[in-house]
């Protein structure tokens, strides 16, 4: 009598990133971002393009090189942190909606990422890198990396720093769309289900609020990291891949 079939053992596919932005991976953040892009790069260039609806992120040809790729490269050689690379995402909707001739397609995407983690790490970080730098990250002129930037913050208002919370809804928005594949992990430090608990747990009167006092004083004071040298054998080559048609 021939045994029967034995369960194959189903595991879940589902990638559980922490609850905080501050705490995802950055590599896991270039794929939320890497898919939403694409998306909208494949609704807008079925939108016919007339002269009229040229931007200054508009490049001759799309460049060869993928979106992931592509924000991976600014990611590592640019050693972008989670803010910036959500802050990219929020200036999509801030630009777009200040600057309605703008659209994210296969022609501006590249040279919108550029200019949009170029005035990120500006605004958000005490230390950051020069435009020569971002420019040969990017591959694009450094005339022309400054005009962008200009552009930029020109149609925006100079309005470049958002909220904390606003990033979160961000993140959580950029898992949520990916379906199966990505999720939260409530039960971890900073979960639903977490600060539940501890919440639970504080009306019972299991856990005792320290005074403000005694937990400032036990705070540590964390170092800025130094910024990049410029100068440094780390930076990329320049035979490195580049963005073709990205205006050198």
């Given amino acids: 009598m021939a045994s029967p079939p034995r369960r194959q053992r189903v595991e879940s596919s589902v990638r559980l990133l922490p ?3 501050q705490h995802c991976d950055t590599a896991d953040l270039v ?15 079925q939108i016919p393009l007339s002269t009229g609806g040229l931007t200054r992120f508009h490049s001759r040809a799309p460049p060869t090189i993928s979106i992931p790729d592509y924000l ?3 990611t590592l050689h640019s050693t972008l942190q989670p803010s910036i690379l959500l802050s990219m995402v929020y200036y999509i909707d801030i630009l777009s909606t200040l600057y309605p001739t703008f659209t994210i ?6 040279r919108f990422l550029i200019t949009a983690a170029t005035v990120a790490s500006k605004g958000l970080c005490d230390s950051f890198l020069t435009n020569g730098y971002y420019a040969r990250v990017g591959g694009v002129s450094l005339m022309e990396l400054n005009l962008l930037e200009l552009e930029f913050l020109t149609r925006v208002g100079w309005r470049i720093v958002p909220r904390g919370e606003v990033l979160g809804e961000y993140y959580r928005s950029l898992v949520g769309r990916m379906g199966g594949r990505f999720g939260i992990d409530e039960k971890a430090v900073g979960g639903r289900e977490f600060v539940g608990e501890i919440a639970g747990q504080l009306m019972a009167g299991e856990i005792i609020p320290q005074p403000q006092s005694q937990l400032a004083a036990r705070s ?6 130094a910024t990049v040298d410029p100068q440094d054998d780390t930076q990329p080559r320049e035979n490195e891949q580049k963005v073709q048609g990205g205006g050198e």
């Fill in 72 to 74: 991976s490269r600014l």
């Fill in 31 to 45: 794929v939320l971002i890497s898919d939403m892009l694409g998306e909208l790069v494949v609704l807008n260039d």
């Fill in 220 to 225: 540590e004071i964390v170092p800025l990291a």
């Fill in 19 to 21: 609850p905080l932005y």
């Fill in 105 to 110: 397609s296969s022609l501006t995407v590249h």
